[in-house]
């Protein structure tokens, strides 16, 4: 959330019209061409930067400015912020038609990588990343002493190999895994020089000290991301970007190239002697530079996490020091952050090594274990739990690790624990969906911890539902689709129990995690009265019980909630996820199944939790999961007959449910017939005719109020169009049928019906009682029309000019004008 000063800024921004647009990029052109480029030339970028980033719509700049703007950040002597500001501009406008930035006439290191990003962000419309890749490859085949360059270019070549794995070729791949060795292993141990002090300063007082562990210790190892110190020198910075860079390196440059890993075909070869031969072997002779790579990389992963079980000591902690930027704010905080970001990186390095070499497995898995022990009991220190569990994944069979505690552990503790942190929540469900592949046997565990993963969409969903739009088919099973079903309309409501749950919580030292301005003391003591404990722990169970429990009592409880930002949030998200759903589990689903989520339809559409206009949403969603359903299996309507009647049977709730009851009355009127369920009887239809025709007298007669308002048009044609349907089916109720229309004809026309429907609506009710009367004076014609056969629906009858079925009504409508002298008076 922004702060207000902040959410002013970006509407203004979000406001300029092109003409003032225009406007500004003239006056910025013009301190562009001046030779004084100062505050005024900042200020103004910053605010063109703010403009054309607050919008996700593609703003358009004048030609001439954009060719300013590329002029401005190939000056030599261009200050750096604005090269910084003329770079962020230009990768905000890409890909851009009018840019035609020189690569090879940039000498300067710092302008080449801020040239490089602009390149980058163009996308490969001219090979600009082959272009890019092969410059900074010149740079590092230069005899130059290891300087700046290096360290500006090095992010640049990581994008590279991302973007365009090919670019590179042997001898450029065997040249940078020699420079990364070099960096990552023999960086130095003492600190950099300070800036030239003061006249009065010494030389002894500028000496550089060593490079110290965190918790003080000197440094008797070699150089890490984790050693500190005042001031880093060249080379230390190099090391520090290498062990960036090493991951994406290792997958590009591996055994087989880049993609390699995607295939987990490598357990005989893991299980092999000849692995662990080759991990004895390889110490006593010379390696080839990939692996001499592989080699280092695995030092420096097991030499990481030795460092980052030191704590800084208290003298160590209160001591002034320099780090790199990316550095500082973590240790000022004692270094933790710093080390769980390093030991994710970490143990993700050691599973890309493990599955190029296997030799690195059984070298891995003492560290691993331990390392897995110490931190499982550490809620601050859940992330790194994630990447080991992918470890384990991966060669749990080999590791002899007992996979199941392990996943246990991460499916039950840490999303009801931690399921308010986004970041977590985000890496928890990626790890989880890109995992899928991998989990074979404990596919059963991640299932059945639906809940538990629902508490992080409750709390996280606008971030957290494309990711569940991915994982939701892989979670959805025919043992727990009605619990998960239940769990996804009410997932407001879990929104709502888990601010209770915070909020009764002690206070917290930092800021609340819930909404301050909503005070809902009601609530808070129905979350604490021991009558209710049994719903809301139902509500917050860690996985899935089997059974299902009605948690209307809670929906009223906690209707107070319903105005809070996060449970709207949330239940905007459900439609969505309802259609995911349904989507998945229909491809499983049984016949008995399919019967179970039809009523489950129906029950739920009265029982949902009260968040402003959350069941209009959810309803429209169930009538056309309805209608699917029913034409996965059409006897359904047969088989749930007496549900269906008892639906139809209650007015006042079937106007606030308009969309669901139109499916339920089209699909009785379509499927309700022996054509497509033997069982179908005469005194079936007959019942559904009476049901339906004392729905529609009723439903028309009842005056519209406040309490009771008036029933959609859509559902008084539904019910028509059906009853002829039932009646073409049944020809002894067609007197009755023909009777009924003419009356809802009448009735149409009469003035009173302009006080309960729109003109439209009127209209169309008129329109549609003429329609069907005129088909009912020829019974044969209108179950022909009605109830067409199966091969009747197929789609040759919607293609062939001479047999499709709007001939027939062609012909039909030709045999009952009067005017066509066919029929008598």
């Known amino acids: 959330m922004f702060s207000a000063g902040a959410e002013s800024l970006l509407h203004q921004a979000r406001e300029i019209q092109e003409e003032e647009l225009k406007k500004f990029c003239s006056r910025i052109s013009k301190l562009l061409q001046t030779e004084d480029l100062g505050p005024d030339t900042v200020d103004s970028l910053q605010r063109l930067f703010l403009i054309i980033s607050a919008t996700k719509y593609h703003r358009r700049l004048e030609k001439t400015c954009i060719d300013l703007l590329q002029a401005t950040l190939s000056l030599p002597a261009c200050p750096e912020q604005l090269q910084v500001l003329c770079t962020a501009i230009l990768r905000e406008m890409s890909p851009c038609d009018s840019l035609s930035l020189a ?39 230069s005899r130059q002493p290891e300087g700046p360059s290096f360290r500006h ?20 791949t065997t040249l940078l895994s020699k420079r990364l060795v070099d960096w990552l292993r023999y960086a130095s141990l003492q600190q950099g020089f300070p800036h030239s002090g003061s006249f009065f300063s010494t030389p002894r007082a500028r000496q550089p000290g060593p490079i110290t562990e965190v918790d003080g210790a000197v440094a008797t190892d070699f150089f890490t991301v984790l050693s500190t110190g005042h001031r880093f020198t060249e080379d230390q910075w190099l090391n520090v970007q290498g062990f960036s860079m090493l991951r994406a390196w290792l997958l590009h440059s591996g055994p087989e190239g880049p993609g390699a890993l995607d295939t987990d075909d490598g357990s005989e070869q893991e299980g092999s002697m000849l692995s662990v031969i080759s991990a004895t072997s390889s110490a006593g002779r010379l390696l080839p530079p990939r692996e001499r790579l592989r080699e280092v990389a695995f030092e420096y992963c097991q030499r990481l996490i030795e460092q980052s ?25 004692g270094d933790s952050d710093l080390q769980k970001a390093c030991l994710v990186e970490a143990v993700l390095v050691l599973d890309v090594l493990c599955r190029q070499d296997p030799s690195f497995l059984y070298r891995s898995l003492s560290c691993l274990k331990a390392l897995h022990g110490r931190l499982q009991g550490d809620p601050a220190s859940v992330r790194v739990l994630l990447p080991l569990a992918r470890f384990f994944l991966s060669h749990g069979e080999v590791a002899a690790v007992d996979s199941e505690a392990v996943y246990r552990h991460l499916f039950t ?20 969906r890109d995992n899928l592949h991998l989990f074979a046997g404990h596919l059963s565990t991640l299932r059945l911890s639906f809940p538990n993963l629902f508490k992080f969409l409750a709390w996280n969903s606008p971030p957290l539902t494309s990711e569940f739009v991915e994982l939701l088919p892989a979670l959805a099973d025919a043992g727990t689709a009605l619990e998960m ?6 997932l407001p409501c879990l929104t709502a129990a888990l601010d209770l749950q915070l909020r009764s919580l002690p206070a917290p030292s930092e800021r609340p995690l819930w909404d301050t301005s909503l005070r809902v003391p009601s609530c808070l003591e129905a979350f604490r009265d021991p009558k209710f404990q049994g719903l809301f722990q139902y509500l917050l169970r860690p996985k899935a019980s089997g059974t299902i429990e009605r948690l209307a009592p809670l929906h009223q409880l906690l209707q107070p909630m319903a105005s809070c930002a996060r449970v709207a949030q949330c239940a905007e998200a459900v439609p969505t996820l309802l259609q995911v759903f349904f989507s998945a589990v229909t491809q499983v689903a049984d016949g008995a199944l399919t019967n179970q989520l039809a009523l489950l339809l129906l029950g739920r559409s009265d029982s949902l939790y009260p968040a402003p206009g959350y069941a209009a949403c959810v309803h429209r969603v169930l009538s056309s999961q309805f209608l699917a359903l029913c034409k996965l299996k059409p006897s359904l309507v047969v088989e749930l007959a007496r549900d269906l009647l008892e639906f139809l049977g209650s007015v006042n709730g079937l106007r606030s449910r308009a969309s669901l009851v139109t499916s339920v009355v089209w699909a009785i009127g379509e499927y309700l017939s022996v054509t497509y369920d ?25 005056r519209p109020s406040a309490t009771l308002p008036s029933c959609p048009p859509q559902v008084v044609t539904v019910l028509m169009t059906t009853l002829t349907k039932l009646a073409s089916r049944s020809q002894d109720l067609i007197p009755r049928t023909s009777l009924l229309l003419s009356k809802m004809r009448n009735l149409a026309q009469s003035p009173a019906s302009s006080s309960t429907h729109s003109e439209e609506g009127v209209e169309a009710i008129r329109t549609r009682a003429t329609e069907l009367l005129t088909l009912l004076k020829m019974p044969s014609v209108a179950q022909f029309v009605f109830t067409p ?14 047999t499709a079925l709007p001939l027939a009504l062609r012909t039909v409508s030709r045999l009952v004008e009067r005017e066509a002298g066919l029929l008598p008076g």
């Open 485 to 490: 079903l239940h769990a996804l309309l009410d």
């Open 678 to 702: 033997r069982r179908c009887t005469v005194e079936q239809i007959n019942k559904f005719f009476e049901a339906l025709e004392a729905l529609l007298f009723e439903v028309t007669q009842c």
């Open 789 to 802: 056969s199966v091969e009747m629906c197929s789609p040759r009858y919607h293609h062939d000019a001479n």
């Open 103 to 141: 690569w090879d006439h940039t000498q300067n290191s710092r302008q080449l990588s801020l040239v490089a990003s602009v390149l980058l962000a163009q996308g490969d419309r001219n090979e600009e990343v082959r272009a890019v890749g092969q410059g900074v490859l010149r740079a590092l085949e």
């Open 309 to 333: 079980n030191r704590r800084e000591s208290p003298t160590q902690a209160q001591a002034p020091r320099l780090h790199p930027p990316a550095m500082q704010g973590a240790l000022r905080k």
């Open 153 to 172: 270019l090095l992010p640049v070549m990581a994008k590279v190999v991302v973007l365009s794995p090919g670019t590179l070729q042997e001898d450029q």
């Open 413 to 432: 503790r840490i999303p009801s624990e931690q399921f308010h942190s986004p970041m977590l929540a985000f890496e928890f469900i990626q790890f989880c």
